[in-house]
């Protein structure tokens, strides 16, 4: 059953403390993003990879930090830099090829407390 | 840089109603467009795309998609709102030239009252 894993489900963390959000994709894509998503503010994009170790910064990557060591896994990490880390991370795929223009596939998100 | 504008963040309507949600964008050049739906307590799934040919596009449960060019516009349809369309519902764009990478828009939640 082909998808994208995201755990935990819920993280809560004390302020000051860097924490890790897994991702793990067997759709064999290319590419892999993280979102942000606030009440009202929609999704908004942290960090994407469309390739095993390179990735570039989104809109909001102050704070965050991620890898891509393999091509199915694309964990992030909330600093303790980031200003205003409480929120609902989602992580997504996609193929790079024009065939399906790059349609998404999203996991089921992590909802991040930070106190 | 591109854009979206979803025009309404929270519609109300009675079962057996007609929907229309606004979605505007802005980018100059080829665009892929799409529909994603998040039921309550589901994934974020696509719902319906466009991205060559036809510009009116059908997706799942009845729902469908215009695009109209001229106008940077792709409103979402459906002549007969269901209960179950309960959701919230992203307009999202990505352009050939930065592959794969999409902007939303900020969303519009639909309640559907029975």
Redesign the interface.
Known sequence: DGGITQSPKYLFRKEGQNVTLSCEQNLNHD?M?W?RQDP??????IY?S?IVNDFQK?DIAEGYSVSREKKESFPLTVTSAQKNPTAFY?C?S?A?G?A??????????TRLTVT | AQSVS?HN?HVILSEAASLELGCNYSYGGTV?L?W?VQYPGQ????LL????GDPLVKGIKGFEAEFIKSKFSFNLRKPSVQWSDTAEY?C?V?A?TN?????????TTLTVKP
Request: charged fraction near 10%; charge should be neutral; proline fraction near 2%.
């Open positions: 590419a993003y979102y009202g503010q929609g999704l908004r994009l994407y469309q989104g989602l997504a996609s790079l024009l399906d223009g790059y349609e998404q596939y999203f996991g089921p998100g | 979803q963040h892929n799409f994603y994934h974020l799934q696509l795309k466009y991205f060559s992203f999202a990505n050939n592959a794969g990478k999409s902007t939303f828009g900020d969303g």
